[in-house]
């Protein structure tokens, strides 16, 4: 397009900005970065580059969150949705049960469908209920939840929040609550250690309401259960609310599209190499299926469920670890598949390359910085 500079062409034909700059200096074209170029000019180095500019211009398929956004998007007006697992995190204050309640729900809940199955640690997992899915990510806490959201991923639809029936109300169990409504995500209140002698969980859903999470019975819409998860007592009338809670939110996904997922955690294994727990949030994710993740790419090599079992696909709401990418990505980064493997290796190295060149911008104002400072 008239007007472009070679900064505008740089990023379209993924190039940097000086190449564009001296390849239009060999084809006799003096310029700066900044400066707009004429019809002409822009045709004769399109030509130079194989590439029709006449052409409508593609999109720049390297902005991988753009994508992913995309998809997203799609995936809500096809015609293909179908409901999906919720996907729940737990949160609350230190010492009232999130862990317990956590590793309860994986060992007697997890393996109903499957006798003798191994649990294996990835950064999530599924729970049954009858022929209902609940996927539990298995970091509590608000550092995780706030750093997903920090980075633009909001992969939790419902927070249930623990509260101690012996403790009551304590600072995080009020930071948990302004997490989960900033995030627009809806709160159940699972009252735990009801087993505990002494305890009142009638006085702690009186202090949550001075929070506005009313219960049903008050006139509120805000669902609690009271629970013991020591004893085991109501965790299932919980998963039964979560299910009811999913059902009122009209969660779905399009299981037919291209796959895009969120990082819930990644390493590297030293047999293994990168090892990434990725959880499937549209599409269904394939063997084989070349894709971007982060700044990382590769194919699925082999992907394994939660109960350490090797599976083909994996659907929304579904976590799984996979290797085959190239390098470890972060938690938080966007998984996007790709059709072809050429195609993902470009985007991953080209933003890989971005990535770095922006740490060495950093670098190199540091030592600006420094130097002005010294004189
Ligand atoms: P977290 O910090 O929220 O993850 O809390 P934990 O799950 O580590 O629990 C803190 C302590 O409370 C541990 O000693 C648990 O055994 C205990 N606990 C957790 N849930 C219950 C419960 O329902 N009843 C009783 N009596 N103790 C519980
Ligand atoms: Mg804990």
Redesign the pocket.
Known sequence: KEGMNAQDIGKLLHREPAEIVKKLFMLGVMTNQNQSLDKDTIELLAADYGIDAKEKVHEDISDIDKLYNKRMAASKKSKNQVKRPPVVTIM????????????RLRHTHVSVHEAGGITQKIGAYQVHLDKHLITFLDT??HAAFSNMRERGAEITDIVVL?V?ADDGVMPQTVEAIDHARSAKVPIIVAI?????PGANPKHVTEQLMKYNLIPEKYGGDTIFVN?????G?NVEDLLQMILLQADVMELKADPKQAAIGTVIEARLSRGRGPVTDVLVQQGTLHDGDPIVVGDRFGKVRVMTNDRGHQVEKATPSMPVEITGLNDVPESADKLVVFNDEKTARNVGEQRAQQALQKSRENVQHVTLDNLFDTM
């Open positions: 609350g204050h230190v010492d009232h049960g999130k862990t317990t309640l956590l590793d509590p806490g623990v101690a735990n250690k009801i087993d505990v629970i013991s998860a020591k004893t007592e």
